[in-house]
């Protein structure tokens, strides 16, 4: 589904992105760890294109995206992204946060959209806050609630990028609980997180990033229990 070749990266002298090759199967869900600044960020936003790579080739579902005069917003419709922090719309409510990408871009209409913000709603049990403002919602519901924003849009693909993070610790559970039923109904997924228990349960592949290249990947199972690359084994004793 996604073909990752020689990706590089760089903002002026510093070369974050430097050699990534990666090849990502319909239905995986790839985890993705490593110490803050090894680029982990930069590349799920050359994933889906809110950054332009340096160097090397993407190709999404046969179509080579990082080619020249490819339309970037057809792209990231295609690939849902959850950050950190929601980036809800706060004088929206949560129905018309929900509704509002498809409508405007005329992929659904009103009544449509508001059957699927509905049933999206009730997945995550957030019906009664349909009418609701961000600002009345929970840091775990607000995520929640920007985790369906993205499903309303029909994805193939989604990114998340450390959205438990932000989260206080009572609120983490919630969210990762969602991500696995994503993960259940065959989403295909790219997380980067520091929730080692979601990795080890969820991915099936859990993949290492350090100074800007993949020092390891490996199922979750040998990655946790047999690093081989030193600077892993010193990650992995830090976070556990
Ligand atoms: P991680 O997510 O693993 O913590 P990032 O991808 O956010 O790492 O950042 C890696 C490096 O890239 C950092 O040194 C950061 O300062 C730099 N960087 C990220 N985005 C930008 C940007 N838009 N402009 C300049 N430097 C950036
Ligand atoms: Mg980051």
New binding site residues.
Partial sequence: MIYVKDLAKS?GD?H?IKNINMHITPGEKVVIV?P???????FLRCLNLLEQPTDGTITFDGQEITAPGVDVNKIRRRMGMVFQHFNLFANLTVKENIMLAPVQLKLKTKAEAEAEAVRLLKLVNLEEKADSYPSQLSGGQKQRIAIVRSLAMDPEVMLFDEPTSALDPEMVGEVLELMKKLADDGMTMVV?THEMGFAREVATRVVF?DGGYIKEENNPKDFFEHPQDPRLQDFLSKVL
Avoid: A, I
Wanted: hydrophobic share 30%; aromatic share 8%; net charge positive.
């Fill in positions: 903002f510093n974050v490593g803050s600044g090894s680029g982990k960020s930069t980067v990033m």
